[in-house]
């Protein structure tokens, strides 16, 4: 049975009351171009509405932001195609990308998607199209080589081991959604501790994105904001920010957000406009390898 079509983003994006530092980056957005021209996979957890390049360009462009990271998403599957064509278009030095993969990816494969811009693999335990967890060991040997990371889309606070689990990883990991932390759950829950410590090691990059997706809340999701402030207080070299346009959920509670409003929260969380700075551009150039 067809899932439900997702809402649209806001198409009126707002300016920041902030200027962005120059070379900002998005470390995470989703395109979705016409599906008779990139088709979507029959086993996915939802149908996105369509939100173009042009769209998100126009988006970011009135946020002032400059390179993005485009997250190939799970209803392309292991199919690349929509987020390598995007890079192919804007070029390398403007775009890069995270990869969906097969559990049995090979080392030419990888090579291909390397050229092509892409500079990660995602797994998930939250949506359908993309491996889990269970895949960690036989995808990290065969990214190493090309010094991708492996960005997870899951709930920290169901992992209390995550930082003894992870700690010899041979490969950079990364988080989403400031780890998918329940905001109903407290500061002290073991596996956003467990975070933290990582965080604290160096080990883990955590994206500030998408704070909707673990709060109730409408904006400006005050819930969220101690959460932030202890990923900031844990290591701000390992901070990276995303606008995760265009949205996607299935079930909005609480209004769509404008893209003016979630950059402004990125002000509210990091008032230190050094720290901004490292988020917005020095630390995922070093993440991604931006030139």
């Not at 980056?25 to 957890?45: G, K, M, N, W």
């Not at 030095?93 to 080392?107: I, S």
């Not at 909005?252 to 002000?267: F, S």
């Amino acid at each position: 049975m067809q899932t439900p079509l997702c809402p649209g983003p806001d198409r009126a994006p707002r300016r920041p009351k902030h200027a962005v530092p120059a070379g900002a980056i998005d470390c995470h957005c989703h395109v979705f171009e016409d599906q008779t021209q990139y088709p979507l996979v029959a086993q996915r957890s939802y149908t996105p509405p369509l939100c173009t390049l042009n769209d998100y360009l126009r988006m970011s462009e009135m946020l002032g932001v400059t390179r993005m990271v485009q997250v190939n998403a799970s209803t392309y599957g292991f199919d690349n195609t929509v987020t390598l064509d995007l890079i192919a278009k804007l070029g390398q030095k403007r775009a890069l990308g995270v990869a969906g993969v097969a559990p049995d990816v090979d080392e030419r494969t990888v090579r291909k998607l390397h050229d092509g811009g892409m500079r990660g693999v995602r797994l998930s335990t939250m949506v359908k199209g993309y491996g889990g967890p269970e895949l960690l060991g036989v995808i990290a040997k065969t990214i190493k080589p090309f010094g991708w990371h492996v960005e997870f889309l899951l709930h920290v606070d169901e992992f209390p081991d995550l930082d003894r689990t992870l700690e010899d990883f041979p490969v950079p990991v990364s988080f989403g959604h400031l780890g998918y932390m329940r905001t109903d759950k407290p500061l002290a829950t073991p596996g956003f501790q467990a975070l933290l410590r990582l965080m604290k090691s160096g080990k883990a990059w955590v994206k500030l994105t998408a704070p909707y997706r673990i709060s109730p809340n409408p904006m400006p999701h005050a819930d969220v904001t101690p959460f932030a402030h202890a990923l900031v207080e844990a290591n701000a070299d390992r901070l990276l920010w995303g606008s995760d346009w265009g949205h996607i959920m299935l079930n909005w509670k609480i209004p769509m957000p404008n893209d003016g409003d979630i950059a402004d929260l990125l002000t509210a969380w990091v008032p230190d406009e050094a720290t901004r700075k490292k988020i917005l551009v020095d630390n995922p150039a070093k993440l991604y390898g931006f030139n």
